[in-house]
Nanobody, 119 residues
């Protein structure tokens, strides 16, 4: 089992920044890929960014490229999502997930953290 706890969400004005954190515990060695997803009201969940614990193979959705940065701190078993130049359309519940890169399946999920960007 892998437990994931997100933090760092909140309300920010457009153009502002937030940093989300995802603390992982349990059998973290069993999952080599970490991802951030988001779900806005009335929309499907979408991937925002992903990375391997090694720090390699960072991926970003086109909508966030150049604005968001995903990173890992293996010593703390924590994954971060630095979000800059936030837009109202970034408003969503953001979820951290752990999975296996080889099959691109995420099977452990956090509880989510709300990010609201006001215009």
């Amino acid at each position: 089992q892998v437990q994931l706890v997100e933090s760092g969400g909140g309300l920010v004005q457009a153009g502002g920044s937030l940093r989300l954190s995802c603390a992982a515990s349990g059998r973290t060695f069993s999952r080599d890929a970490m991802g951030w997803f988001r779900q806005a009201p009335g929309k499907e969940r979408e991937i925002v960014a992903s990375i391997r614990w090694s720090g390699d193979n960072a991926y970003y959705a086109d909508s966030v490229k150049g604005r968001f940065t995903i990173s890992t701190d293996n010593a703390k078993n924590t994954v971060y999502l630095q979000m800059n130049s936030l837009k109202p359309e970034d408003t969503a519940v953001y979820y951290c997930a752990a999975g296996r890169a080889v099959v691109a399946v995420y099977d452990y999920w956090g509880q989510g953290t709300q990010v609201t960007v006001s215009s």
